[in-house]
């Protein structure tokens, strides 16, 4: 498998599971602003939207969209309990988090990274994300996890999250659990290795 991504950006989420997975993959780097890959190819003709990130399998297709891609790879290794069986409660938990991810907190950043949006809309932005998180952080005070005792998938994705807060100026340091959890995900060894993988620091 390859996974197209930029350093950072929201595909860190799917390289951190597939280094959780132990699945064989191959990183090739994309320039956003030039949309070109590493090797000269125009990223566009991989991903017509245009941004990371993407996953190639080894048949050739292509998978997009960070919530698909990380619920894949965690189907194709069961046995590291990366995502709750089919059918389970516990399952349709995972896919309640992943929604709230993908739309109350990633795309509520966006315009955080936009240079035209105004100064004012960015502090109405910040102000969501600051409730949104304060319900995140009532979520882990009495659990290690999202979903409980055990890793998830849902995990990789809002750790992604949390770097980026620091990037935009929003302090999580008011919520103590939101701190710990970010550092109990730092620590673990696959999250390490990405991080270097992308030049990342990981402090």
Not at 24 to 51: A, H, W
Not at 55 to 65: A, H, Y
Not at 176 to 185: A, F, T
Not at 187 to 195: E, G, S, T
Request: charged share 25%; with cysteine.
């Amino acid at each position: 498998m390859k996974l197209y991504y930029s350093p950072g950006a929201c595909s860190l989420s799917p390289h951190i599971v597939l280094c959780e997975a132990d699945l064989p993959f191959e990183l090739i780097k994309v320039d956003l602003q030039e949309k070109l890959t590493e090797t000269g190819e125009d990223f566009r003709s991989i991903n017509p939207n245009g941004y990371v990130p993407v996953l190639e399998l080894d048949d050739g297709s292509n998978l997009t969209e960070g919530p698909a891609i990380i619920q894949y790879l965690a189907d194709r290794v069961p046995e590291k309990k990366l995502a709750p069986p089919v059918g389970t409660f516990e399952h349709y938990n995972l896919q309640q988090w992943l929604n709230f991810i993908s739309t109350e907190l990633h795309k509520t950043f966006s315009p955080l990274f936009n240079a035209n949006m105004p100064d004012q809309a960015k502090k109405l932005f910040r102000e969501t994300l600051a409730s949104r998180f304060k319900w995140v952080a009532d979520n882990v005070v009495a659990q290690p996890y999202l979903l409980g005792n055990d890793f998830s998938v849902a995990d990789a994705y809002l750790f992604v999250i949390l770097r980026w807060a620091e990037l935009m100026s929003i302090d999580i340091s008011r919520w103590p659990s939101l701190v710990q959890y970010k550092k109990r995900i730092a620590d673990r060894p696959a999250v390490k290795r990405a991080l270097q993988e992308e030049g990342l620091s990981t402090d």
